[in-house]
């Protein structure tokens, strides 16, 4: 996972340590001690605007540029994130699935390179479940890079390779990028993708049962205090992010600034298994239609064998329907490092 380190600038190859070496490591403690202070003050219960959350890792510091120079490459993501859906008291009713219990999320990612122009990703989730943190293949992904005129051309495609029992698959994200050199120390990054979802979940909520008549007779099984309600969500997400990066060294380390936009329409469909049941309850189904605009700000550290980058996002607005206890979208906090 050698290479070497590239002037953004030129294009050239840059082997000299960077100038202010203090000043930076002094900016990255500065920033770190923000982000700990904000994670410390975060809501317990930070939720995202979909219905149904998975790990998501595009359009949040994504570009066109390959950002690795030999044949791999290898980042972890650790992040205090969104986890899920607020659960409301009454679940027999309610069209929203209940809220993870943990909201730190560890996520892979393996790229490599196929061909000058193209490469393979692996996204793999370490999901939280009742019997504990599982590891999950959640994203393939092919990656078409173009140069013209020192701009960056980039078309990805990505897919979810799980298996719902239905045709095709259950996620499937295309995006357009392109990365610009602005002045020779400002680059702007550009996204904009088109999703179809067809997901769905299973989770144990918990039910009130009504106390016991004292002349009932006795019965030897107690009714059940919990269900398992399923969901699945069926609909578009549209997804755009532009960006602006400020670089401070010749190896391309940068502040960076950027504004997300995610939206999505969704049919919800929902159900109650009962234990005790011989035949499911009625399906309900729902419209949800809902977006978030996210602003994302942080540092990324450039060196030839690594890149290090802590990031904070933050939720300007959010649409979500009238109706209903819908959740509502909080800050959240992360590190990324990539070995290349």
């Keep these: 996972m050698r290479g070497l380190s590239f002037d953004h600038v030129s294009g050239t190859e840059s082997s000299d340590r960077p100038a202010g070496r203090n000043s930076n490591i002094r900016a990255v403690r500065l920033f770190m001690l923000c982000l700990v202070a904000v994670t410390m003050f975060a809501v317990s219960n930070s939720l995202a605007q979909r219905p149904i959350r998975t790990f998501d890792p595009f359009y949040h510091g994504e570009a066109a540029r ?64 009742t019997a504990g943190r599982t590891l999950s293949i959640s994203w393939v992904t092919m990656k078409y890079y173009r140069t013209q005129e020192m701009v960056d051309y980039a078309i990805r495609l990505a897919v979810d390779p799980s298996s719902n029992g239905r045709s095709g698959f259950p996620q499937t994200d295309l995006a357009f990028l392109y990365t610009s050199l602005v002045t020779p120390s400002l680059s702007s990054d550009f996204a904009i993708g088109i999703r179809r979802v067809q997901i769905g979940i299973q989770q144990i909520v918990s039910i009130d049962v009504p106390p016991a008549d004292p002349g009932a007779p006795v019965i030897s099984r107690p009714p059940p205090d919990r269900d398992i309600l399923r969901s699945r969500a069926l609909g578009w997400e549209v997804h755009m992010m532009t960006g602006y ?68 996002s933050l939720p300007l607005k959010q649409w979500a329907p009238s109706d209903g206890d819908w959740p509502r979208a909080r800050p959240h906090v992360g590190l990324r490092l990539m070995l290349r």
Excluded: M
């Design 66 to 129: 390959r950002a690795f120079y030999d044949t791999y490459a290898v980042t972890a993501e650790l992040s205090y994130r969104p986890s899920g859906l607020v659960q409301p008291n009454d679940v027999t009713s309610s069209s929203v699935p209940f809220t993870s219990t943990d909201p730190f999320g560890l996520n892979l990612r393996f790229d490599y390179h196929l061909a000058s122009h193209l490469d393979l990703g692996f996204f793999i989730d370490a999901v939280s479940t």
């Design 245 to 312: 990066n400020f670089l401070f060294d010749p190896a391309g380390s940068n502040l960076f600034v950027s504004f997300i936009g995610e939206g999505g329409r969704y049919n919800l469909v929902e159900w109650l298994v009962n234990a005790n049941a011989v035949e499911p309850s009625e399906r309900t189904t729902s419209e949800y239609r809902g977006g978030v605009i996210w602003v994302r700000s942080g540092l990324q550290f450039e060196r030839p064998g690594f890149r290090f980058s802590p990031f904070l």
